[in-house]
């Protein structure tokens, strides 16, 4: 049974740092794309982060670029999201999603990925 699950959230101040990890189990894992998206509090669920299969390529949002490093362990089955000089606006539900895309390009749009991870809680917050 294809499994992702998402730890490494938690409550920080301004300026601190989190790491994200994303474990996946049911799948060949390294034939997928894998991507963080966060959802706030009355907004929509965004691609922040995504890496290509082989981990070749990644993808930023704007927001996120400088501060955020996405990596991939294809021998642990386990993508990671290092966070740097974390911000309020930071504030969300992380979740991890895995999509089967046939590319090398780090698609990072919601609704090309099939699979889930349950959500991991980050809160930014002095």
């Known amino acids: 049974q294809l499994q992702l699950v998402e730890s490494g959230g938690g409550s920080v101040q301004p300026g601190g740092s989190l790491r994200l990890s994303c474990a996946a189990t049911?799948?060949?894992?390294?034939?997928?794309?894998i991507g963080w998206f966060r959802q706030a509090p009355g907004k929509e669920r965004e691609g922040i982060s995504c890496?290509?299969?082989?981990?070749?390529?990644?993808y930023y949002a704007d927001s996120v670029k400088g501060r955020f490093t996405i990596s991939r362990d294809n021998t642990k089955n386990t993508v990671y999201l290092q966070m740097h000089t974390l911000e309020p606006e930071d504030t969300a539900v992380y979740y991890c999603?895995?999509?089967?895309?046939?590319?090398?390009?780090?698609?990072?749009?919601?609704?090309?990925?099939?699979?889930w991870g349950q959500g991991t809680q980050v809160t930014v917050s002095s």
């Open positions: 890496v290509s299969p082989s981990a070749g390529r990644t």
């Open positions: 049911g799948f060949t894992f390294d034939y997928y794309t």
């Open positions: 999603a895995a999509g089967r895309l046939f590319t090398n390009q780090p698609i990072c749009v919601r609704n090309v990925y099939d699979y």
